[in-house]
């Protein structure tokens, strides 16, 4: 078993190898603060909406879900469901230490980082998608407003 898993490494790029080295060594970071919603003054820790908080003055995008838009929302039905989803994310994030878990990507084009984040070792992009307050990330938008 060991020698055919170190086979199976060797024949990986090296690229491929320390992206994998760096994701798997590096433990989850973990966090409790009290978080609040975002308001036009400095963000510290925060909740911008659905998907997006600010933690210790850094930005964080939830990896692996995507959430209505606040910002602006295209329909009534698109801000209704994307202010249920920040208010969740609100409680979520407030009930309890979470973790970080680094993603392949560290950060997005708008410098934001890229977090798979939990909360009792259950993904919070799962518990919003379970709730139906988000949907896995697909690698693009869709309207919610269908």
Do not use: H
């Not at 190898?17 to 308001?39: D, T």
């Not at 039905?77 to 230490?97: F, M, T, V």
């Amino acid at each position: 078993m060991t020698l055919r898993l170190f086979t199976a490494i060797a024949s990986l790029s090296p690229l491929a190898i320390g992206v994998l080295a760096s994701v798997a060594s590096a433990p989850p970071s973990s966090a409790s603060e009290p978080f609040s919603i975002c308001g036009s003054g400095q963000r510290i820790t925060c909740v911008v909406d659905g998907d997006t908080f600010w933690f210790r003055g850094e930005k964080i995008r939830i990896v692996d879900i995507d959430t209505p838009e606040l910002s602006p929302p295209r329909c009534e039905r698109e801000r209704e469901r994307g202010l249920a989803a920040k208010q969740r994310l609100l409680d979520i994030l407030n009930s309890g230490p979470l973790s970080f878990k680094t993603t392949a990507r560290d950060e997005d084009r708008f410098g934001r980082k890229l977090r798979i984040v939990y909360r009792d070792r259950r993904s919070v992009g799962d518990i919003l998608v379970a709730e139906g307050l988000a949907r896995k990330w697909q690698g693009s938008r869709r309207s919610w407003c269908e």
